[in-house]
């Protein structure tokens, strides 16, 4: 058995600690999210190799600061590391590019290696590079790759949360045509199961679209609000409820996630894309490393937006938290979807 027999993930998440106003807020949300859906991110356990300093590995690679690149690898600080392991790469970190100095601090032997390398050639990065690991060179180049994903998908998001978006055969952004969108599929019911002896919460009503009429066209235009949630490699931004001609749209829209011989499904993304990419300063061809083989970048095609599957929905007095309430939601995601952002999405 493989990776590639795996359909999705069933999930069943508790938040517990949950003031009333806090719940009824998260019931009204899960109402918006099993009819609109959200924004199919990937989650901060993908970018476990960024760096807030200095960045993504793979950036500095794609770019050929391959000297950037070592820096991180052997200096990068994580929250979860050991207060000894910090000092040691914050050590390499300060005395970067004294090569005998950073042999002195040395303590594993790739470390030990590595600097007399760089004693003997002190440009030659490269070749160390190519020493790394096939399994952690896949995760630094799905990492920022993740991350341009992200930046891409974040964009779209923001057109759709502005008043003077609208998708339609005569309107354009940037002057590039906007595509004619299918009717929207339907979307599931909740099924909702609450305690013996705990009354309903009512939730809070639908808040009022904004809308403003378009002229020569055929449909309006919705400014939902945006909900934030802070990442690590950049904040999570949330739609809070689609018109009809918007969630037709975004359902059925599948990104390639960034590599050198990837196709846009229309000229909206395309152009949106080729945006992202310019700035980032970056460009397709560069995603083709030919110098560092441990691993490559695959166009895989992702969802821009999922909406959990099977969702049960069960709330309660919280036993632990006296006078306070939980949340327990059991529900399905296709394979690579996060059930953090889920939670993000309701509680951000």
Request: proline share 5%.
């Amino acid at each position: 058995m493989g990776p590639d027999l795996i359909t999705g993930n069933r999930f069943q998440i508790v938040v517990r600690n949950l003031a009333e106003n806090d719940l009824t807020s998260a019931l009204h949300e899960i109402d918006r999210v099993k009819r609109d859906g959200y924004p199919n991110y990937f989650d901060d356990q993908r970018f476990g190799s960024f760096d807030a300093r200095q960045g993504f590995i793979a950036e500095k690679i794609l770019k050929k600061h391959y000297n950037g690149a070592l820096k991180i690898y052997f200096s990068s600080i994580h929250p979860e590391d050991s207060k000894e392991e910090k000092e040691h790469r914050k050590f390499f970190y300060e005395n970067w590019g004294n090569w005998q100095v950073c042999l002195k601090g040395a303590t594993s032997k790739f470390e030990k290696e590595t600097f007399r390398y760089l004693e003997k050639h002190p440009k030659g990065f490269i070749p160390i590079l190519q020493r790394i690991s096939h399994e952690k060179m896949v995760l630094f180049f799905s990492a920022y790759q993740s991350h341009i994903w992200n930046e891409f998908l974040r964009k779209i998001i923001r057109l759709v949360s502005n008043d003077s978006f609208m998708f339609g055969t005569s309107k354009t952004i940037n002057s590039s045509p906007l595509p004619v969108l299918s009717k929207a599929k339907g979307m599931g019911e909740v099924e909702w199961r609450e305690k013996k002896n705990h009354p309903p919460l009512s939730p809070r009503s639908t808040e009022r679209s904004r809308r403003s009429p378009i002229k020569g066209g055929e449909i309006s235009c919705r400014r939902p609000d945006l909900k934030i949630s802070k990442g690590i490699a950049g904040d999570y931004l949330f739609y809070t409820q689609l018109d009809d001609k918007n969630k037709a749209y975004l359902s059925t829209l599948v990104i390639p996630m960034p590599a050198s011989n990837i196709r846009m499904p229309d000229d909206f993304t395309k152009n949106l894309f080729s945006e992202v990419l310019k700035e980032n300063n970056l460009k397709s061809p560069m995603f083709n490393i030919r110098k560092l083989r441990q691993a490559f970048f695959k166009g895989i095609e992702r969802k821009a937006i999922v909406t959990p599957e099977d969702l049960v929905v069960d709330y309660a007095e919280d036993e632990i938290y006296q006078g306070k309430k939980k949340l327990t939601l059991k529900f399905f995601l296709p394979r690579g979807c996060y059930g953090t952002m889920f939670i993000k999405r309701l509680f951000c």
